[in-house]
DNA sequence: TGCTTTCCTGAACAGTGGTCAGTATCCTGA
DNA sequence: TCAGGATACTGACCACTGTTCAGGAAAGCA
C-alpha cells in the first residue's frame, strides 16, 4: 500500500493532469466570465468530467480559484522580481514609479483576476496576510528611506499608502468602465506620481 | 379610471408603506449580510409578504439595492455639501482635504453600502454617470484652481486623482479589514494628503 | 482469477432569483 | 346594497446554483 501512493504512478500522473486542464479550463473561463459567471457544472462540462469531480481536487469553488489567483500572481512577482533586478543599483525612487505602473497594468490586463483578489469580499476566509508583491513593495520602500530619498516614516504607513493609491486607480478603472474617465494614462500617473512625491523627503 | 390612479387612495398609501417597509428590512439585511448573503425569499419573509411581492415594488434584486445605494449617497451628498457650505469662502484647499476624509469615514463608517456602489462589478448595467458627489469634487477642484492653489492642468485628471486615492484606501480597508495595517488615520492621512499635494502650484 | 484500493459519477439536497396563472381584495358606479 | 372591474397578492413552478454521497467502474496486486 506504501508502494503504491509513493510510487508515481499512471494514476498518480493522471490525477495531475486532470488537476492542470481542471485549472486550466477555469482559467480560460474566469478570465472571460469571471467568478460568479461561472459555474462548477459548465466548467466539469468543458473539462470533460464530472461536476463532483471537481471537488476531489479543490475543496469548493473559492478554493479552485484561490488557487488561480496566487498562480498569478506569482507571474506577477516573477515580472516584478526581473524589473527589480534589472534595475539593481538605479534610482530607487523611479523604480517605485514603474513598479507601481506596472502592478495597475496587471490589474487591467486581468481585470477578473484582480476582481477576485482584491476586489470581493470574502467573509470568513483565511485572514489576509501580505501576499509577496507586498514585502517587496516593503523592501523597496525601505531602501528609498535608507539612501534618504525618502522621509523618515513608518515603512508600513508608507508602503501602505502607495498601495492604496495604485489599487485605487486600478479598481475604479476595472469596476467603473464606463465612466467619463479622463485620459487614463494620465489619471494613472498623476496618482502613482502623486503618492510617491508625497513620500520623497 | 383616471379618477383612481391619481386619488391618494387607501391602496396607494399602503402600497407605498409597503415599499418603504421593504427598503427598511433591505437595509437592515443588506448591511448585516452583504448582497450576497440576503436572499430575496428571507427578506420577504422578515417583511411578511410573499418573495414574489418584492417584484412587484422592483424589478429584480440589483434594482431594490441600487435603490438603497442611491438613497445611502444622497445622505453622503447632503453630509458633503452642508461641509462645503460652512467652509465656504475659507481655504479650499483644506476643504478639499477635508471632504477626502470625509469620504473615507463615511465608506468606513456604511461598508457594506460602499461596496454595493464602489466595489461591486455589475456587467451590463446602466453607463456609469458622474454622481453628484464627483460633481461636487470637479467644482471644487475647479474654484483651487482658479485661485491658483492647484497648478494648471485638465480638472478631470485632477479630480478623478482624488478620488482614486480616496477610494483606493477606502476599499482596501473595507475588503482586508485583517491585514495587518499600520496606524489607520495616518495611512489614511497620507494618501489623501499626498493625493492633494500632488496636485499644488 | 479473485481481492482490495482508488477513482469517478449520477442522483439527490437545499438553496437561489425570477415568473405567472389564478385568487383574494378593494373601489366604483349604478 | 350590490355587481363588475381594476388591483394586489400568492403558491406553485422554472431553471439554475454549490455541494455531498452511495455505489458502480477501473486499476493494481496476490
Redesign the interface.
Known amino acids: 500500500m506504501r508502494s503504491q501512493a509513493e510510487g508515481s504512478n499512471f494514476r498518480e500522473r493522471a490525477r495531475d493532469v486532470l488537476r492542470r486542464s481542471i485549472l486550466e479550463a477555469a482559467r480560460k473561463a474566469f478570465v472571460r466570465d ?1 467568478y460568479e459567471g461561472v459555474s462548477m457544472r459548465r466548467l466539469a462540462e468543458r473539462v470533460g468530467c464530472s461536476h463532483a469531480n471537481l471537488y476531489l481536487h479543490f475543496r469548493d469553488k473559492e478554493a479552485l480559484f484561490d488557487c488561480l489567483v496566487e498562480e498569478s500572481f506569482d507571474e506577477f512577482d516573477v515580472g516584478l522580481k526581473a524589473m527589480f533586478q534589472s534595475a539593481r543599483g538605479g534610482d530607487p525612487v523611479a523604480l517605485v514609479r514603474k513598479a507601481g505602473r506596472a502592478y495597475v497594468e496587471f490589474g487591467l490586463a486581468n481585470p477578473n483576476i484582480y ?1 477576485f483578489a ?4 470574502r ?1 470568513g476566509r483565511k ?2 496576510k ?1 501576499h509577496v508583491t507586498y514585502e517587496g513593495l516593503q523592501a523597496l520602500v525601505r531602501r528609498c528611506m535608507q539612501e534618504k530619498r525618502f522621509r523618515r516614516m ?1 515603512v ?3 508602503s ?2 502607495l ?7 486600478t ?2 478603472l ?10 487614463r494614462d ?2 494613472i500617473a ?2 502613482v ?3 510617491v ?3 520623497l523627503a
Not at 498601495?163 to 486607480?169: E, L, Q, R, S, T
Not at 476595472?174 to 485620459?183: E, G, K, L, S, T
Open positions: 469571471g476582481e482584491f476586489l470581493m469580499r467573509p485572514p489576509d501580505p513608518d508600513d504607513v508608507a501602505q499608502a498601495w492604496a493609491a495604485a489599487h485605487g486607480i479598481s475604479l476595472i469596476i467603473r468602465p464606463h465612466f467619463p474617465w479622463a485620459d494620465r489619471v498623476q496618482v506620481d502623486a503618492a512625491d508625497g513620500l
